[in-house]
């Protein structure tokens, strides 16, 4: 699957007083092809912080389009560039301003269901795919919750995104992360729940996969972890969810033995879907209380947050 490159926002900001044919097709009916180009609102003068400037554009920034104009459709230049500009964007603003700002985007295009069929496939392929560079389960729950609040979709189209949105309310950041026991290579038992820890890094992996050995590596020369470890202050649980017992046990010797390295005898990660596996490996960082902190992040994402908690 092909991704259109976003571009950085410094530039965007640069962009609002672009001139574009969209802004004067705001009727329902539209006869020909008026897609020339994206149209950003231009800023006014008085915002002149990056916040404020930021704020404004994701609320304002699909002003100069017509949802009900189908053209946006076939020309992918345009409006797959906007969608991945826009889901970059959303980065720069809290959290609650930018899921507020994608829910009202997607109900906007429910003026045209081709529109909002076509919009809402963006929104999967840029925010849901896990090969997406812009992934982000955050941004992509107020679409599923706008999906399954839909008048424009019906009962049995929304299976697929009321499926989805019981599954991205699953462990999500800032809830407890669900219970579930691990057995060892000497058949010895424990749960994540009695791990005492400040930190603890959950990492569901199958052994063997190029992604997961990579990860593996990353986790093990990545200095600020180790020395989490190292101090007692975080402890790394690997799980491996499947069925191949003999796979598990022939890479085991690949896994640091400082880190608790286990399988899920009972398969319950999997019946129970207490995970979302789409994308394995996964990395969840959780709190001494089991919170999660960070979900499905990077090996980047977690070094981060634990030099940021060191003072650097």
Known sequence: ????????IAFIFCLCSCKNGSASSQTASVPQDTIKAFTLPAIPAMLNTPELRADFLVKHYWDHVNFADTNY??????TEQAWADYCDLLNHVPLKTAQEAMKKTIVQT???????DYITELADKYLYDPNSPLR???FYIPVLEAMTASPTLTEIEKLRPQTRLK???????????????????SGAQGTLYQIKSE???????NPGCHACSEMVEMLKNTPVINEWIRNK???????YPDEELNEWRKHLSEFPSEWINGYDKSFTIKTKNLYDLKAIP???LLDANKTVLLKDATVQAIAQYLLMKQGY
Do not use: C, W
């Open 73 to 78: 459709i076939h020309h992918p230049d345009i």
């Open 282 to 284: 996964t990395l969840y």
């Open 233 to 239: 202050q975080l402890t790394v649980l690997s799980v």
């Open 167 to 185: 599954m991205a309310q699953k462990n999500r950041i800032g809830t407890k992360a669900l219970n579930f026991t691990y057995t060892l290579a």
């Open 1 to 8: 699957m092909n991704y259109i490159k976003y571009l950085p």
């Open 110 to 116: 429910e003026v045209e269901k081709k529109v909002f």
């Open 199 to 205: 930190y603890t890094l959950l990492f569901i992996n």
């Open 136 to 138: 982000n389960e955050e």
